[in-house]
């Protein structure tokens, strides 16, 4: 993202944080297929037990499933927003959970030997994904994995008064070919792409992929 653009998109999510937090408690608006990434996801993680960055946690919807998955899994969190880490804190107090733009992430090299992406890289044009998958690589020991979830297609959406507040948010959809290639460039071997189509409630085709740092 360009600096405008990851300041609006911050002061957005710092915005409605609260009311997030109450209406996307959990993954209770995840189909069973998405959720099945993340248990292979975290199924497929090795040494145990194993480290795992929560890239874009949010609230920290996604780090009790992480933990309903394997209890043992040491979990950090990175987060454009400093209120929604902030709700997150409250929740996981024990946590390390800091404030960090995707791409640029304040972690020492191969730290990690899972990073999570949910929905994550959504306000990431895709000319821009690269420099987030080279930072993700670069947090990845040898063989770590990396699970990307977006909405899949090509442009852009404009959110208009998300959860109820006076702001607006710029979303990308990414097509899943298009991000298949560009971890190829990233130094990343792809092992599982999945796209679904949309349910009821979505506009969107939604997509994911797996892949291992080389």
Known sequence: MSGETTDLTRTAYDTVAVNYAEMVP???????VDLAMVRHFVESLAPRPAAVLDAGCGTGRMIGFLGSVD????????????????????????????????????????????????????????????????????????????????????????????????????????????VRDALGSAGFAVTTVLDRAPRSSEKHEQGFVLATKE
Do not use: C
């Open 71 to 178: 209890s043992d899994l040491v979990v950090a969190g990175s987060d454009l927003s400093p209120s929604m880490l902030e709700v997150a804190r409250s929740a996981y107090p024990s946590l390390e959970l800091v404030v960090a733009d995707n791409a640029d992430l304040p972690f020492d090299d191969e730290r990690f030997d899972g990073v999570l992406a949910w929905y994550s890289t959504i306000h990431t044009p895709p000319h821009r994904l690269g420099s987030v998958l080279a930072e993700f690589r670069r947090v990845l020991r040898r063989g770590g994995m990396l699970l990307l979830g977006f909405q899949a297609g090509t442009g852009e959406r404009r959110i208009d008064k998300p959860y109820g507040h006076d702001v607006e948010l710029t979303a990308y959809l990414h097509h899943t070919p298009y």
């Open 26 to 32: 959990d993954t209770r608006y995840e189909a069973d």
